[in-house]
């Protein structure tokens, strides 16, 4: 399985966290790191499409899930558009 990656947007005053998830192939099973399991709880909504995953905290209203699916989207087109520049 292709490593995922997952990026939590947390509020004002803390940062963007980005992490690296391993999946051993044979339990399909992902070690989740403790900040990413404290900003999110142990009961998660996902949602995959062919290229990728969203993951949110079970019962999240969707207008939030919405705008923080808004707020990575917004880090990582600014990633990209970096990249492009770096060219």
């Known amino acids: 399985?292709?490593?995922a990656i997952i990026k939590v947007f947390q509020?004002?005053?803390k940062r963007w966290l980005s992490?690296?998830?391993?999946?051993?192939?044979q339990q399909?099973?992902?070690y989740i790191p403790k900040e990413i399991f404290e900003a999110l709880?142990?009961?998660?909504?996902?949602?995959p499409n062919l290229k990728?995953?969203?993951?949110y905290p079970e019962g999240l209203p969707l207008e939030q899930a919405l705008a923080?699916?808004?707020?990575?989207?917004t880090h990582l087109k600014a990633l990209s558009n970096l990249k492009?520049?770096?060219?």
Request: aromatic share 6%.
């Open 1 to 3: 399985m292709v490593p």
């Open 11 to 13: 509020s004002e005053n």
């Open 19 to 25: 992490s690296k998830l391993k999946c051993t192939p």
């Open 28 to 30: 399909r099973l992902a």
């Open 41 to 47: 709880g142990p009961k998660l909504e996902v949602v």
């Open 52 to 55: 990728g995953v969203f993951v």
């Open 68 to 73: 923080s699916l808004e707020a990575i989207y």
């Open 84 to 87: 492009e520049v770096r060219k």
